[in-house]
């Protein structure tokens, strides 16, 4: 049987939009021009949309302004009917730094976010153990922090992430600290994770071959101001596995990106 086809050949503008940032600005106190200037971005429902550009072109900022952990300057954050303009349950952040809380069981960290929102705490870690379930880290669910390597420590992560079952689930280079084969398993993982209900993910990364492997669509910031400066659809069959990374498609895609923010990252070795 032939793989299905990409949801980003299927994808259409008129698509519900999860997500969408229009005409927004941001000047961080002390700066005299804008970390990002008129930026406009729709993320599609159901979608897993990569973020990708040079140092200086706002990619945390996007992701943080999305969440609501911060406001702009201009313009307006939506998601759905709601105005964004603090962090919500509808919304997931996975930082690149795990953040767990060393005294917590692993089992107790997933379930730390339900008990905030008021979960008994039977019926949160009842929840937090589904989840570890999922990534592969049940067995797990009564150590600590410091018990696990880098890449568990990241499940740990992204199973409470996904405790408060966000609609959007925002992703700050969750795997960069991790060594290849590590990040290469991860990514997989999070396919398949993905792949069982298809949460909206907007997930930014500097490595160009992950964006590609994850992404139905790249969007390429340009830096100072951050802009969007192309969208690169991802046309490759799902599911995907990591034989595919070395097919001549999938190379030229990330050729492609490489092209795209070549003479910014040039640019910045000269500064």
């Given at each position: 049987?032939?793989?299905?086809?990409?949801?980003?050949?299927?994808?259409?503008?008129?698509?519900?939009?999860?997500?969408?940032?229009?005409?927004?600005?941001?000047?961080?106190?002390?700066?005299?021009?804008?970390?990002?200037?008129?930026?406009?971005?729709?993320?599609?429902?159901?979608?897993?949309?990569?973020?990708?550009?040079?140092?200086?072109?706002?990619?945390t900022?996007?992701?943080?302004?999305?969440?609501?952990?911060?406001?702009?300057?201009?313009?307006?954050?939506?998601?759905?009917?709601?105005?964004?303009?603090?962090?919500?349950t509808?919304?997931?952040?996975v930082?690149?730094?795990?953040?767990?809380?060393?005294?917590?069981?692993?089992?107790?960290?997933?379930?730390?976010?339900?008990?905030?929102?008021?979960?008994?705490?039977?019926?949160?870690?009842?929840?937090?153990?589904?989840?570890?379930?999922?990534t592969?880290?049940?067995?797990?669910?009564?150590?600590?922090?410091?018990?696990l390597?880098?890449?568990?420590?990241?499940?740990?992560?992204?199973?409470?992430?996904?405790?408060?079952?966000?609609e959007?689930?925002?992703?700050?280079?969750?795997?960069?600290?991790?060594?290849a084969?590590?990040?290469?398993?991860?990514?997989?993982?999070?396919?398949?994770?993905?792949a069982?209900?298809?949460?909206t993910?907007?997930?930014?990364?500097?490595?160009?071959?992950?964006?590609?492997?994850?992404?139905?669509?790249?969007?390429?910031?340009?830096?100072?101001?951050?802009?969007?400066?192309?969208?690169?659809?991802?046309?490759?069959?799902?599911?995907?596995?990591?034989?595919?990374?070395?097919?001549a498609?999938?190379?030229?895609?990330?050729?492609?990106?490489?092209?795209l923010?070549?003479s910014?990252?040039?640019?910045?070795?000269?500064?």
């Open positions: 049987m032939s793989p299905s086809p990409s949801p980003a050949d299927r994808a259409d503008p008129a698509d519900p939009v999860a997500l969408r940032l229009a005409g927004v600005s941001l000047t961080f106190p002390g700066r005299d021009e804008p970390v990002v200037d008129g930026l406009d971005l729709d993320v599609r429902t159901g979608e897993f949309l990569a973020v990708i550009g040079p140092s200086g072109s706002g990619k900022t996007l992701l943080r302004l999305a969440h609501g952990l911060l406001r702009p300057d201009r313009g307006l954050i939506t998601a759905g009917a709601e105005h964004i303009v603090k962090p919500s509808s919304r997931g952040f930082f690149q730094s795990d953040c767990l809380l060393p005294w917590r069981r692993i089992v107790d960290n997933v379930a730390f976010p339900l008990e905030l929102a008021g979960a008994a705490r039977a019926a949160a870690r009842t929840k937090a153990m589904e989840l570890l379930e999922l592969g880290l049940a067995a797990s669910a009564n150590q600590y922090p410091a018990q390597s880098g890449g568990m420590r990241q499940r740990v992560n992204l199973a409470r992430a996904l405790a408060i079952d966000p959007v689930l925002l992703m700050d280079e969750p795997f960069a600290a991790l060594d084969q590590t990040r290469e398993v991860l990514q997989t993982e999070l396919l398949t994770i993905w069982r209900d298809r949460k993910v907007l997930f930014v990364t500097h490595q160009l071959d992950e964006a590609v492997f994850l992404a139905d669509r790249v969007v390429v910031l340009q830096p100072n101001p951050g802009r969007v400066r192309e969208i690169v659809p991802i046309a490759l069959p799902r599911p995907r596995a990591l034989e595919i990374k070395r097919t498609e999938f190379n030229g895609l990330v050729d492609r990106l490489w092209h923010i070549k910014d990252v040039l640019a910045e070795q000269l500064i």
